[in-house]
């Protein structure tokens, strides 16, 4: 027998603030259709004065914890996949471990940018298989509103601010593809290619938050190079073929590069979960609030072979492929 990490329920939280691209268009100069056809996005949810990545990383939390029919005294490990936090310090992930009333275990944060959420199961999964852990919640939440520059109009119009949530619980199987639940994570990181994809402030440099600062094409160039490695990487580790790919949940950054790695996969559009052109680019949110969707409305069913990945600032990168 194999001890592995099953997703027991899913959640996801949007502010109610919705900027569409015509919105947009009056506030920088861009248009609708420059936005649309160059990225995808027509709309994004910004969070509200005074909310903070901690409240919406809570929403996603609790939304994923009554699916699973459990309660936060269950849970043992709380990891929070953010780069845009409440405060430098404490994590963030201790804000919600608060307010869900937890007062066991350990809540701590992880920084990958856009990879953070694959990222943080790969922590959790590996707490629990060391049996460490028998239940963990793992969140994306991001306010990238909140470190855009508003007149750069190659950024601001990429971001939107979300969070969404799993939890997973320790489980035994035979230990092979069959098997529901994780069956591999996979990370990476180069550090190299920085001045990419960085924010221009921190604490330890400039004293301020500062914004978001990016070289499109360059990141557009790795990313999709380095997200194909990372799903040849996953696929061969469990022996398996792009053919045996049900669902692919992206991380939403920009149309087209989802569209390349369908491709790759030979995977139908219809089999590729979307949200970028509601949600926009949510970093370490995005792929959780795909997840969740798909979940809910019936798209993903129990034995279905769901692929995710991503490629962030750092440059990071990874997948996870689980086993509904």
């Keep these: 027998m194999a001890i592995r990490s099953q997703i027991a329920g899913c959640g996801s939280y949007l502010p109610d603030r919705v900027m569409s691209n015509e919105e947009l268009a009056r506030r920088v100069e861009t248009s609708d259709e420059w936005i649309s056809k160059r990225t995808g996005i027509r709309q994004r949810h910004l969070a509200a004065e005074g909310q903070v990545t901690s409240d919406l990383g809570f929403e996603a939390a609790t939304a994923a914890l009554a699916q699973a029919g459990l309660t936060a005294d269950a849970v043992d490990l ?3 996949a953010t780069s845009t936090p409440d405060e430098t310090f404490p994590a963030t992930a201790t804000r919600i471990q608060a307010r869900l009333g937890m007062t066991r275990g350990a809540a701590f944060d992880v920084q990958a940018v856009c990879s953070g959420f694959v990222y943080g199961l790969a922590v959790a999964d590996n707490f629990i298989r060391a049996g460490q852990a028998g239940t963990a919640l793992v969140i994306g939440a991001e306010t990238f509103s909140r470190i855009l520059d ?31 639940g994780l069956l591999s994570t996979h990370i990476y990181s180069d550090g190299r290619h920085h001045d990419a994809l960085y924010v ?11 914004h978001l600062r990016m070289e499109g094409r360059e990141v557009y160039r790795h990313a999709v190079v380095r997200m194909a490695e990372a799903i040849d990487t996953a696929l061969e580790a469990n022996g398996l073929t792009p053919g045996d790919i049900d669902w692919l949940v992206p991380h939403q950054a920009n149309l087209r590069i989802i569209e390349s790695m369908a491709h790759r996969l030979n ?39 769901v692929l995710m990945e991503a490629m962030g600032g750092g440059f990071t990168w990874g997948s996870a492929l689980a086993r509904w």
């Design 200 to 210: 221009d402030g921190g604490p330890s440099s400039t004293q301020s938050t500062g």
């Design 267 to 305: 995977l139908p559009q219809d089999r590729v979960v979307v949200t970028v052109d509601r949600h926009a680019n949510t970093s370490a949110a995005s792929i959780p609030l795909a997840l969740s969707e798909a979940v809910a409305d019936g798209r993903i069913r129990e034995g279905d072979l």
């Design 78 to 80: 709380i990891v929070c």
């Design 150 to 180: 508003w007149d750069d109009r190659g950024t601001c119009v990429l971001f939107g601010d979300g969070a969404g949530a799993v939890v997973l619980e320790r489980a035994n199987g035979a230990g092979n593809a069959a098997d529901r």
